[in-house]
């Protein structure tokens, strides 16, 4: 990575040249910069330009433009009357001065729009239809990050009804708001392009502005036939990722080598990047919720917790497995993890159409304490200390995020097309942190079994059902030979002892 330095002088020489270039044609250097072997650059992959990814007429690989259409008029139909939508764009991230963070859209402006490029405001209108504002592009900015979308791909591509310049925003924006009885904006996004323009300040101090996100939740909420291929697809990549995974931890140790290969399959096998940072705790580590630091060695006769998830084409994935790498479970891990899987799978038969997510998590409560006592966990009557052990709820919808349509309650009713997680656990430190009174048999342990659960007309599908979750299977898994490989069979006895 070129150094500070390094990159003004680089700068400075791409303005030279570009400068030359545009003195002798500006409709050249336009065209040359626009296009690649006449197939037209607009940021992202298109069907000419990745027939492998996308099929014609789709926006993004597997949606279409006319879904995209569907989706703006939805939310147009749901706003009062005279509304208007601000939707900006997630702002790019940087590491350094010059070094950029790996980029991920706003949920909300990629669902709208199918835009996965940073900078841009989209806002919406029964008056005016889909505008967007698409960032300006300086010519030397392409010589460093490669072309991006303009005002000509919102039209063509993205198919807004009307677009322009972002530098031309504060012209036409604030006549767009004035003329608007409410505004509507994703409030959590973190651009303030628009926010400090007076008729916008305006519109707040006289309550005329509110938080879009209730509305695009809801229209979240339920995914469609298109959608739903696309979880199955990122479900079944991080599947088959993890079982990779697990089959390496019988002779590799190392959280961070476990955080590395699942990044590694997950990649090879389509997903564009990792949902969230892979929680990978040996032993003690699971007791951790969210742990992230991945750089210890898991110690034989420990278990080690896996919670991962991939993004295949803006659809996230969400999957939790519990393990013992030297394929066996001591008496006390058994006994939790008989436990946590029977809660699973009993909360699993409870998802179908009409129950809620608060449901189904009071019913996996009663069932956790229930067993919390049997085991001498928690006292009878110290039902409070079970929030001590297991502090999470039993389950969120998933899409576009790993937490979507958050503002939504969970008492509302799931409908077919809707995904969730199930995921019980508990989690016990090597040493009380609150006001818990585990026995010591337990102590150190940490175990979570979480699956994804598409809600169907009569019931539900289990997207993640082909990791192995029953203490045989994956006993027989850890114990498996590598196909008769005396060498395997000996570095998997090595790592045992």
């Known amino acids: 990575m070129a150094t500070a330095a390094r990159f003004l002088r680089r700068t400075l020489r791409a303005s030279e040249v570009a400068s030359r270039l545009l003195s002798t044609s500006h409709s050249i250097v336009r065209r040359a910069a626009y296009t690649t072997g006449g ?95 698409m960032p300006d592009k300086h010519k030397e900015d392409v010589v460093w990050e490669g072309q991006t979308a303009g005002v000509e791909a919102a039209v063509d591509f993205f198919k807004a009804n009307k677009a322009f310049p972002l530098s031309e925003m504060k012209k036409i924006l604030p006549e767009m708001i004035e003329q608007s009885k409410v505004v509507y904006h994703n409030a959590k996004a973190s651009t303030s392009s628009y926010r400090n323009f007076d008729a916008f300040r305006r519109a707040s101090l006289n309550n005329k502005v509110k938080d879009l996100t209730h509305y695009t939740d809801e229209l979240r909420w339920i995914k469609s036939k298109s959608e739903i291929k696309l979880m199955r697809e990122s479900a079944s990549i991080v599947s088959q990722s993890l079982l990779q995974t697990m089959l390496l931890s019988r002779t590799h140790r190392e959280e ?57 084409h803006g659809y996230l994935s969400d999957l939790t497995r519990t393990w013992p790498p030297c394929g066996r479970f001591s008496a006390a891990q058994e006994e939790l993890y008989s436990l946590i899987l029977e809660t699973n799978k009993e909360c699993i038969k409870l998802c179908k159409p009409g129950t809620s997510i608060r449901e189904i998590h009071h019913h996996s409560v009663k069932m956790l304490i229930s067993g919390f006592q049997e085991l001498g966990i928690i006292g009878k009557g110290k039902s409070i200390q079970y929030n001590y052990l297991n502090p999470t709820s039993i389950g969120h919808s998933l899409g576009m995020d790993i937490h979507d349509s958050t503002s939504l309650t969970s008492d509302k009713p799931l409908e077919p097309g809707v995904v969730i997680t199930i995921e019980p656990g508990i989690y016990i430190p090597s040493v009380p942190i609150l006001n818990e009174k585990a026995p010591d048999r337990f102590r150190g342990i940490g175990i979570r079994i979480e699956d994804e659960v598409l809600i169907t007309e009569n019931g539900h599908e289990v997207l993640t059902a082909s990791v192995p979750k029953e203490i045989p299977h994956l006993t027989t898994l850890m114990n498996m030979g590598g196909g008769g490989s005396t060498t395997e069979s000996h570095e998997v006895r090595a790592a045992c002892n």
């Open 39 to 133: 197939i037209i650059d607009v940021g992202q992959p298109t069907p000419k330009s990745h027939p492998e990814l996308l099929a014609d007429e789709e926006i993004t690989p597997g949606i279409t433009s006319e879904e995209y259409i569907s989706r703006r008029k939805k939310l147009v139909d749901a706003l009062p009357e005279k509304s208007l939508a601000i939707i900006a764009s997630a702002d790019q991230q940087m590491m350094t001065d010059v070094v950029p963070y790996s980029f991920r859209q706003n949920g909300d402006y990629l669902y709208i729009t199918g835009c996965t490029q940073p900078g841009g405001v989209a806002v919406l209108s029964k008056e005016t239809g889909l505008c967007m504002f």
């Open 256 to 312: 961070s080598q476990l955080a590395a290969k699942i990044e590694y399959e997950c990649k090879m096998r389509g997903a564009q990047r990792m949902a969230f940072h892979p929680v990978v705790g040996g032993g003690a580590n699971g007791s951790v919720v969210h742990y992230s630091r991945n750089d210890k060695k898991i110690k034989s006769g420990d278990l080690v917790l896996m919670d991962v998830g991939c993004e295949y």
